[in-house]
């Protein structure tokens, strides 16, 4: 509808008179300035409808949350409707199966038959999810058949803007087996588990348009044995105990996750910074394949030059595990890149990258003085 509407005012007589009028005028580049200049020129009547062309031409290419985000000045042109208007309000509305996107630590990839909902109006921002994610049944699976537990999940969202901008959520997600145990066989009895989730995210533009940061934190707790024996301890409270109802087989732990990038359009710089911890015991039963007990930070950096017509590239990530030392080795990895794009017009573009990669495992020194063969146990390999 947006470009229906552009499509016309293109062919506009008052729209080509105000353009003409733009072109005639040399060498005035300040935008108000000229803008006075030109009601000198035409009807008033011709400069509102090359002012409304212009605004129509921005929202031409709004996608996903910006046609929310923009949605009066949609309506000030009369190109939605009222029922239109509303349903805008919910960027998403699933029955049946759905794969809610929370973020990466919390709620990502897992199938949920049931419903998931996000609710917009205005800064205002609420999600809601809760289903099944797997059916107690016998798979196949290399020619071994193996049980799963029926296992519900349950999640929400709530605070304000929106986001792909400014915002605050906090997030928190319930996931259980059924509590029977299933038996595989005579020796082997799959326990059922239970999962919480609890955290908040936001993202903080610094600078409008240029300077960003972004950071997530979460708790968790993860029950590995719903029937197994209470916990018992005087020194967690009450309500806590009464709340997540732990058990000998629970264990708790945190991740962290904060980003910063910095974009100047006008001289072409990005710069990214990110940082990730994610414990050994941290576990989302909403997020299977999410890689704990890491911690990563990384940088990256990209200049244009020359009208951007060639861009020079950097970037360095290092990468470890063992942060409680529970394993009998720690293992690290170290990666850098530099890159130079040649796309210059008229001639084929051009990458030339350098990205060399170490990867260290390296022994604890208890369990170095346990092995007779010392350093040799130290192991590093690296890639070009």
């Known amino acids: 509808r947006v470009y229906q509407q552009v499509e016309s005012l293109m062919q506009n007589e008052d729209v080509a008179e ?17 803008k006075d200049s030109v009601k000198k020129l035409v009807p008033a009547e011709a400069y509102d409808a090359y002012a409304k062309y212009k605004r129509l031409e921005k929202l031409q290419d709004l ?57 917009t109006p205005g800064k ?22 193996q049980e799963a537990f029926h296992r519900e999940l349950y999640a929400g969202r709530i605070g304000f803007g929106r986001k792909t901008g400014a915002h605050f ?30 955290g908040f995210e936001t993202r903080v533009p610094l600078i409008p ?25 005087s020194d967690i409270p009450t309500f806590i105990t009464e709340l997540v109802d ?12 904060g980003n910063m990038a910095v974009m100047i359009p006008e001289s072409g710089t990005r710069l990214q910074a990110e940082a990730v911890r ?29 009208r951007r017509q060639i861009t020079v590239a950097g970037s360095f990530k290092e990468e470890t595990d063992n942060l409680i030392e529970w394993k009998s080795a720690t293992t690290t990895i170290t990666a850098y890149g530099v890159g130079l794009g040649l796309n210059i017009r008229g001639i084929p ?21 346990g092995t007779s063969f010392g350093d040799s146990q130290r192991v590093e390999n690296r890639t070009g």
């Open 124 to 145: 205002f921002y609420l999600a809601l999810t809760g289903g099944k994610t797997q059916s107690e049944v016998i798979y196949d699976t290399a020619g071994q058949a």
């Open 169 to 198: 959520y906090a997030t928190v997600m319930y996931a259980a087996d059924d509590p029977n145990p299933l038996v595989v066989d005579e020796f082997n009895t799959l326990a059922p588990k239970s999962n919480y989730v609890i």
């Open 209 to 233: 348009n240029y300077w960003t940061l972004d950071a997530e934190v979460l708790g968790s707790m993860l029950t590995g044995d719903r029937e197994a024996a209470r916990l018992q301890n």
């Open 63 to 119: 996608d996903g949350d910006e046609i929310l985000s923009r949605s009066r000045e949609l309506d000030a042109f009369g190109l939605i409707s009222g029922a239109e208007k509303f349903m805008l309000n919910f960027p998403t509305l699933g029955v049946g199966v759905n794969y809610p996107e929370y973020t990466q630590l919390s709620l990502s990839g897992v199938p949920v038959n049931g419903v998931n909902i996000e609710f």
């Open 246 to 257: 732990p058990t000998i087989s629970s264990f708790v732990d945190y991740a962290l996750k």
């Open 278 to 306: 994610i414990g050994p015991g941290f576990q989302s039963l909403g997020a299977p394949n999410l890689r704990t007990d890491l911690f990563r930070y990384e940088g990256k950096a990209e200049q244009g030059i020359w």
């Open 349 to 369: 573009y051009l990458r030339l990258n350098y990205n060399p990669y170490t990867q260290r495992s390296e022994l604890s020194n208890d369990s170095l003085q």
């Open 18 to 34: 105000v353009e003409g009028a733009i072109s005639s005028i040399e060498g005035m580049t300040d935008p108000e300035a000229l």
